[in-house]
T-cell receptor, first 113, second 114 residues
Framework: SQTIHQWPATLVQPVGSPLSLECTVE??????LYWYRQAAGRGLQLLFY??????ISSEVPQNLSASRPQDRQFILSSKKLLLSDSGFYLC????????????FGPGTRLTVT | AQSVAQPEDQVNVAEGNPLTVKCTYS??????LFWYVQYPNRGLQFLLK??????LVKGSYGFEAEFNKSQTSFHLKKPSALVSDSALYFC????????????FGDGTTLTVKP
């Protein structure tokens, strides 16, 4: 069966510090991968999605970036965090065909102080 | 462009009563539609989806949803609510020509009172 991991689970970082959040998927090949941010327990904002290695689309211009160094690994990064980057970050995967649902990781709670 | 609306921020029902969480969408052509549930401090869990065929789809935990093309709606329903159904519910839509990107609604908080 497939599983998705995210770490860390919680993170407190000062403004201006770098960020690296990691997501890995097990049990499937060539998944679509997604990074979302959820503010205040409400709607999801799609940040990045990837349909393959070196194929990453950015949805919202900001100080975040994403990379996919391996087929089942998706990394969210920032060189300098802003207060507004605080939130709940969710990674998700889906099978490559568009009919399929997404499966979400447990999330990372980021607080920028 | 695809979009989805959940017109109610909050839905309150008594345990044992039927529940409905509303969702309307806008896409070019025929949609793929999804419902997800989120418990506090957790990731989203997939409940059910409409791809094609029967307009009434059944999913996990006794939930079902009805696809209504003329009203562009995909309301989530359950005949008898449980206290444990209390959570945040998200509707999502994807255009068939889209490579894999869904648009999520803002979510509806369902509270089931004993």
């Amino acid at each position: 069966s497939q599983t998705i991991h995210q770490w860390p689970a919680t993170l407190v970082q000062p403004v201006g510090s770098p960020l690296s959040l990691e997501c890995t998927v097990e049990g499937t090949s060539n998944p679509n991968l997604y990074w979302y941010r959820q503010a205040a327990g409400r709607g999801l904002q799609l940040l990045f999605y990837s349909i393959g290695i070196d194929q990453i689309s950015s949805e919202v211009p900001q100080n975040l970036s994403a990379s996919r160094p391996q087929d089942r690994q998706f990394i969210l990064s920032s060189k300098k965090l802003l207060l507004s980057d605080s939130g709940f970050y969710l990674c998700a995967w889906s099978l490559s065909q568009s009919t399929y649902e997404q499966y979400f990781g447990p999330g990372t709670r980021l607080t920028v102080t | 462009a695809q979009s989805v609306a959940q017109p109610e921020d909050q839905v309150n029902v008594a345990e044992g009563n039927p529940l409905t969480v509303k969702c309307t969408y806008s896409v070019s052509g025929n949609p793929y539609l999804f419902w997800y549930v989120q418990y506090p401090n957790r990731g989203l869990q997939f409940l059910l989806k409409y791809i094609t065929g029967d307009n009434l789809v059944k999913g996990s935990y006794g939930f079902e949803a009805e696809f209504n093309k003329s009203q562009t709606s995909f309301h989530l329903k359950k005949p008898s609510a449980l206290v444990s159904d209390s959570a945040l519910y998200f509707c999502a839509v994807r255009e068939r020509t889209n490579a894999g990107k869904s648009t999520f609604g803002d979510g509806t908080t369902l509270t089931v009172k004993p």
